[in-house]
């Protein structure tokens, strides 16, 4: 298995469809280094439901998209109390190991608070990336913006 866990972005210009190319590339990439077989799958934890973010909607809907295309099940979940429930995506993270997933893509609402889960994850060979946010964690590979000059662009749009 393979899971992701979001939090909340700003979208500037609709940019959807591109962040969906973007996640559907991350797929591949995961599925590249898990060596992805039918019978994995791959769950998106989200810091809250994506369907009220059109950009979050659009990560869970490629991925969904790409698991399909790949034969991987995938599993779109979110702690209940949303993008501050640190401790809900540790209880995901954790459940989810206990299903024995073979990988993680995470963007996570606190990366530091969520090392020790993914400690966990690593020392059990289960590969980990982490989306839009990192932390500080060996063996993690990061995929995201540099938030410097996207700030700087949404403030020059503004």
Request: glycine share 10%; charged share 15%.
């Amino acid at each position: 298995m393979i899971h992701v866990i979001k939090y909340n972005v700003l979208l500037l210009g609709g940019d959807v469809m591109k962040f969906r190319n973007f996640f559907i590339v991350l797929c591949l990439i995961i599925a590249s280094i898990t060596n992805v077989h039918a019978k994995d799958s791959l769950a998106i934890i989200m810091s809250n439901t994506g369907s009220a973010n059109p950009f979050w909607a659009s990560v869970a809907q490629g991925a969904e998209d790409k698991g399909a295309e790949l034969g991987v099940d995938v599993a779109v979940l979110a702690p209940a109390g949303g993008e501050t429930d640190v401790a809900g995506q540790i209880a995901i993270v954790e459940d989810q190991l206990a299903k024995g997933v073979t990988g993680i893509a995470i963007a996570p609402t606190d990366p530091g608070a969520l090392v020790p889960a993914l400690q966990k994850a690593i020392d059990q060979g289960v590969q980990v990336v982490f989306i839009d946010k990192s932390a500080d964690i060996a063996g993690v590979t990061y995929i995201g913006t540099n938030n410097v000059p996207a700030a700087t662009m949404a403030a020059e749009y503004i």
